[in-house]
């Protein structure tokens, strides 16, 4: 009788054991759930390279190194691996920087590190007077850090650790998320919950998540977080919450992580007491100058500001007669004694009616090239309008060679199905990365535009506007952890293929069994392109409901500023559809290298992904497919929602390969979506018809509904406003 307890506990125990999908999950984890390596020989062999752990050096990152090792390693291998400051036995895992190792300094050869620089590392495996070691060396301990999480990353998706010699280092300098979180707690176009950062209990309490979310940005380079929106409240800048900013800057010191702040351009006026902002105003001049002091003292390593002037309705130079540079270089000059920068955002428009919102940002950038301070980097979205489904490469790219241009991608879903649809978007992010812009010849892509190799610039950036918040999973979406992944990864080596990046997600967060890496997979890689067939085909834009951005609103019309509304993008008229930028029309098409214009301004030559975009093209006109327009655009329409219908067969059938919690999010959610896609096929395709006037082909489903009863359908409350 005594014994029955303890066999029944054991019993559970095997169970659990042997089928860990018993257990639930809620994806707080991510994609650092280090569970045992399930195949053999692998396990076997990494047991056996692995014995003990040396980390030599006790700064705060090295700590944290040394912890994720530690526990990361224990639970991969299933076994307790112990971590001290000389070696004892035969194959030894080392991890630190020569300076305060001098194993490393032995082991890692100063020639192969020094061009890594400040963040890179080295993986080796190497031999010494009999014994094995597997080396992760660095020049610093935050490239010790990263080359710890690549080296966990290699074991969680199961690679050869047998010969490693492998170096890697940051493409781009600053890899920054920014915040768009108010501080009242709600996330402009967040779909997560809440903001992360608890301003009413900081600076006294530092909640766990605030140093999980550190871990995680660590583990895929990210280097840098504004924490603030950029439709900013000047209130952050005050002496109270500086000091909640500092103690958040404390937290993610260790982990590389920089504070940064959205700065408000009237804030000398609306904190500081003054009757100006005039950035040329020496009194203003002062201020500014003075709270960069300020922010220092409490923060001595702030990266400095992230700014909106003079688009919707933010207070900027111009409010003054002065330029987006004079705005720029003013902030730049407070922040440069303290090593700070300014990244100057270009996603402006004006009040006014203008000929084609998409031509602003360059009409109004491009003379300013060349007047920025060293210290600035102007941030350009990725397409010219606003992080639409789908847009071409935003024009500014390569055409202010002598300012550092920094790339802005959304990581939110804002246009893109927000918190319910699954859309990888890493593809998206590449295919802008990819893009040619014939700047210097061809070959001169964006990416190497953003990296500062083509106009040899030294200060370069990548920021992705975060789809974080207070949900446990952190994204809302389960697959929504994939995008802040790929966008951290993509931002270190913008080399990596879509593919690569999934295939690595998908093993750390669910499972390496190929069963199911396979599919999710092919799943991910199609995503993308089913939102953009079901929502916004052929290089439509902006066709979305009014002020929430959530579902289909193609009839929105005569609003105050005709470049809010639908009509003015779409252009369908009973001849056709789509924004004549073509020189009969506003001729945005000029604003690329000759090369790219020649080629969007073709009917023929033009992309067809992108042909609506720069085209009004007729309703019969023939495309690729040999349809005629309409007709294709049915297909796509209808394509879309069969890749949504498609991409539920396949999670279905991988029902009992994840844990059940997980599964049931992402099968839900994805019945939402297949909803959602069906609405926008129907709302869009009735309503283009009323132009069309052509029938929807016969072998396609029908709309469930009148277009009536889609233009009645108004969502209340959608989050994220
Ligand atoms: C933060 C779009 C969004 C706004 C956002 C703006 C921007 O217009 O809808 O919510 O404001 O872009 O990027 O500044």
Known sequence: MKRKPVSLLLLLLFLLSANHRLLAEDGYRLWQRYEQVQDAARLQAYRQALNELVVQGNSPTLTVAQQELQTGLSSLLGQPLAAVKSPTKQNILVAGTPSGSALVKELATAARLKPLGEEGYLLLTTAKDGKQYTVIAANTDIGVLYGSFHFLRLLQTQQDIGKLSLASSPKIKHRVLNHWDNLDRTVERGYSGFSLWDWHRLPGYIDQRYLDYARANASVGI??????????????????????????????????????LTARFSAPIEIGGLKTADPLDPQVQAWWKQKADEIYTLIPDFGGFLVKANSEGQPGPQNYGRTHADGANMLADAVAPHKGIVMWRAFVYSEDEPDDRAKQAYNEFKPLDGQFRDNVLVQVKNGAIDFQPREPFHPLFGAMPKTPLMLELQITQEYLGQGTTLAYLSPMYKETLASDTYAKGKGTTVAKVVDGSVDKHRLTGIAGVANIGTDRNWTGHQFGQANWYSFGRLAWDHALSPEAIADEWIKMTFTGEQEFVAPVKNMMMNSHEAVVNYMTPLGLHHIMGWSHHYGPGPWIKDKHRADWTSVYYHRADEKGIGFDRTASGSNAVNQYFPPVAKEFGSLKRCPEKYLLWFHHVDWDHQVNSGRTLWNELCYRYSSGVDSVRQMQKTWDSLEGMVDRERFSHVKQFLAIQEQEAAWWRDACLLYFQTFSKRPIPQDLEKPAHTLDYYMSLDPQFVPGI
């Not at 280097?223 to 404390?250: F, H």
Request: aromatic share 10%; no cysteine; proline share 3%.
């Open 223 to 260: 280097n840098g977080t504004v924490l603030t929106n950029v439709n900013a409240n000047a209130l952050v800048l005050t002496q109270d919450y500086l000091k909640k900013v500092a103690a958040l800057a404390d937290a993610f010191r260790p982990y590389g992580l920089k504070v940064y």
